[in-house]
């Protein structure tokens, strides 16, 4: 079991880890106020990544995932599950080891487990985004996703951003040595009493998973979407790429909810699939546009910046 | 001289390492052929080994020779009318001086042209080699590469940390990416992670087995087994036999620690397909059986490091393989809730390809087309064939296949016969994949036979009628596999049937009636067949066999039998008959191009004794050949009557001339050959096959 110094709770492991990382360099932010399937959706990463820029950032973004809904009752599957996001850009050259040092500030170490970097190519079809890496192991189980992003929206990540996503509960229930994800510590008050991830959540998981599978009303989401995709449109013709991309946002978890509700057709769900990647695709664009016209503000070595400004003439000015 | 040439990465797929390296070793004779560097002496090669790890890359060759020999050459230019003029050198004689390198001194005139020789000194390998690595290591076809950082130009599968590359110990200067080679390497990433000088070429091998690192791949895998064998015995059992696991496992350590783990016995009420699935797939996991093959409730798993407590990873194994087995067994139990047949309803939601329509109708399509094929062969009960049919897809809308893809067939059995479906039925859901590549078994029941030959008739017609046939080495849709397959089924038990009736009534399901398409098919699987076929016979023989028109798969396999036999068995007297047979098969084509029009034979127009017996020989054995041709099939006997008329063949060429200029005569000539070479050209196409002119 890990060594002593592991973090005993799970907001305890949250600390760690915004503490090693800020430790490092990231900054740390929040996860969005908008319902994301994963930490990659929120724009401190989709947009963050595009760009010649530099970003370098960790945050918790709590995950919403329809379909994976289990009522509350599955030990190991949540509606809403909680990932650790760090993106690194550029991609340094150490980033496996200084990973593993993450690792060894939550207690695990290539000492006590058996740490292995496993193939595992990422991409998400609705965000036009692909990049190679590893799904990392410890002791056999899929601990972190780690990507080498190649591209986003459709546009080439230039520099190549690297992206650490953990997965919270997951690695909190190791750490515990619980099986059932309810049965994690949240927190221990000052009186020794615990805050169970059980108190926290369940009544959240029933609630949504009934919502999603039975309640919501697919006549409404269908309108939803074609609504919220009309409005995202209508912002990338305004030339606010920001408020773009948030309706975008709104388009993908719709899209979900109508998913796990079984209320789109096989061959239905592709071209949903691609409408919401061409927004993405817009938003990005548009996003690369406007910071081109600022010209990069934050990348201070400026005639690096005025270099990188040549690439993206071809976007069309915002 | 002695290579060493290490490319350090971060931790690259299982998959990519053999070919990597082999790629690179290819490269690198080929390069050193060019160089003239391969090999120490006259007639010698250079020696070169291959390594590769999850984190490395390794050449190590042997025996390079110091220096490529000089070389004179005699290049040759501009004819020297265009190069001298009033004796002087033209600019295009100064032009092809500088190109050569010389001095237009140097330029002499030969014959009609300007020629210079050229001395070229031979490269030393410390010259050559470092382009020769910088090309191979930019020139590595990984199936996916990336880019990190800011590079833009050089990819690679995963990041380069180092390369070391020393000949004899010296320092080259290689470059890709933001990596420059210097002459260190490291060992394993944990166990020996700084940095040292990188060893001699020779002491590679050892030098890393002390890092904690067994670069060579087959050294590592031989270690490996052992390991696994080692812990399953702890476990009270040995290993399931399981190679492409072995591989991948070998491909994600570099120094292999096997450790046993254990899960609940309940977990055995799991099919062992399902059992062996679920620690193979995502945990690549050993599965321990008793020597009888019984899965026993423990696993191996092998470890790239070894650890303090392997008691510590033991536990984290077990968790999540029991996370996983609990998510089976719920799939196994709610899978079960819904009868296949009930499934059907679900497969119409589903698209099987897009054009192609939904799984259900595809289901609908297979029955049909089952039911056809015995309808034309008579294999088969067509009750449960239907059956079997309509039930051969309803898993891929189980958990379980949703789980595990690899899973289907094997759940629709497993599931079908706990239904109660009657065991030939059930069978035939999992054996109508069959045979799944060149190495598998085919199925050992009519039911899934023809149903599998429906699938694959299905999709052959279906894809080749939206355009989307394989081209080069591109297949997405396994149409090779698939037009393999049917064939192999087809042979193996015999099937009698008209291939292209079968590819008619496919078509006709797919709502289309297009000759075209169908003859593309045919023609993709006649160029399978030929593959198949190999073994059985010589090339031509098999051209000759494929070409007779028959397009019952049966009846071309006996045709080559009996054609291979006869070749073999009285190859002169074969040779003679066949050459006679081309004659006549050209006399009559170029008649054809002479536009001369094919008549009726009249007995009565033939005039000299050799035609009037040829005539009576065909008449005489007409009958017999056949009947040994259809009814019978007989081929051997219609090639005893072949070789016993060719006497008279024989002498119909020696003593009759075919192009008479009595038209009349020629004509009636033509018409008998034509009788001939139509009687046997179901046996051969005879100007297919490579005989010695002996006629």
Known sequence: ?318 | MDLLFEIGTEELPASFQQPAVEWMAAQMDKALDDARLNGEGEGQRANIATYATPRRLTLVVTAIAERAPDLRRKLSGPPAKQALQDGKWTKAAEGFARKAGVSPDALKVEGDRVVVEQNLRGQTALEALPPILEQIVRGIPFRKSMRWDWLQTDAFARPVHWIAATLDGKPLSVKFADVTSAPKTRGHRFAAPQEIPVPAAREYLPTLRKLHVLADWAERSRRISEEVARAAREAGGVPRPDPELLETVTGLVEEPFAVAGYFEKEFLQLPPEVLVSEMRGHQKYFAVQTDKGELLPAFVAVSNTKVRDPGVSRKGYERVLRARLSDGKFFFDEDRKVPLRSRLEKLGRRTFLQGLGSELERVQRLRELALWLHGATGRGEPRQLADAAELCKADLTTGMVGEFPELQGTMGRVYALQEGVAPPVADAIFEHYLPRGAEDRLPSGDIGALLGMADRLDLLTGLFGLGKEPTGTADPFGLRRAALGLLRVTLARGYRFDVEEALQAAQKLHRKDDPAVRERVWQFLLGRLEVLLREKGQPDSIQAVLHTGARDLIALEKRLNALQTVREKSRAQFEATAAAFKRIGNILLQAQQKGIKPVGFHASLCKTPAEKALAAALEQSRERVSTALTEKEDYLAAYATLAELRPVVDRFFDEVMVMDPDAALRDNRLALLRALHELFAPLADFSRLQVEKTA
């Not at chain 1, 309810?182 to 959540?201: A, E, H, I, K």
């Not at chain 1, 006549?219 to 773009?244: H, M, N, T, V």
């Not at chain 1, 070595?301 to 993206?312: I, M, Q, S, T």
Request: hydrophobic residues 35%.
């Open chain 1, 1 to 318: 079991m890990p060594d002593a110094s592991a973090p005993k709770d799970f907001q305890g492991l949250l600390l760690a880890l915004q503490s090693y990382w800020a430790d490092r360099g990231c900054a740390l932010m929040q996860g969005y106020d908008l319902e994301v399937g994963a930490g990659t959706m929120n724009p401190a990463t989709f947009l963050k990544v595009l760009g010649p820029e530099p970003w370098n950032v960790a945050y918790v973004e709590p995950s919403r995932r329809p379909a994976d809904g289990r009522f509350g009752e599955n030990p190991n599957r949540l509606h809403q599950h909680h990932q650790y996001q760090v993106i690194l850009k550029p991609s340094p050259k150490d980033v496996q080891d200084v990973y593993l040092g993450s690792l060894k500030a939550i207690g695990i170490t290539s000492d006590d487990h058996d740490l292995r970097f496993v193939e595992d190519d990422w991409e998400s079809p609705t965000l036009g985004a692909w990049g190679l890496g590893w799904e990392v192991w410890c002791d056999g189980m899929e601990v972190t996703q780690f990507t080498y992003f190649q591209q986003a929206g459709g546009f080439e990540c230039q520099p190549v951003s690297a992206e650490l996503t953990y997965g919270l509960e997951r690695i909190a229930m190791y750490l515990q040595g619980v099986d059932n994800i309810y049965d994690l510590v949240w927190c221990t008050y000052p009186d020794g009493t615990r805050l169970t991830y059980r108190d926290v959540f369940w009544q959240n998981e029933r609630e949504q998973s009934e919502y999603s599978f039975h309640a919501s009303d697919p006549q409404l989401l269908f309108l939803l979407f074609d609504e919220y995709e009309k409005e995202c449109r209508s912002l990338i013709g305004k030339k606010l790429p920001l408020p773009a991309y948030d309706y975008c946002l709104k388009c993908s978890h719709v899209f979900n909810l109508l998913d796990a509700r079984g209320a789109i057709s096989v061959t239905e769900r592709q071209g949903y699939i691609l409408r919401v990647r061409k927004l993405a695709h817009d938003c990005a664009k548009l996003y690369l546009a406007t910071r081109a016209r600022m010209k990069f503000p934050g990348l201070k070595d400026r005639a690096l910046a005025e270099k990188e400004l040549a690439r993206y003439g071809d976007l069309g000015g915002a």
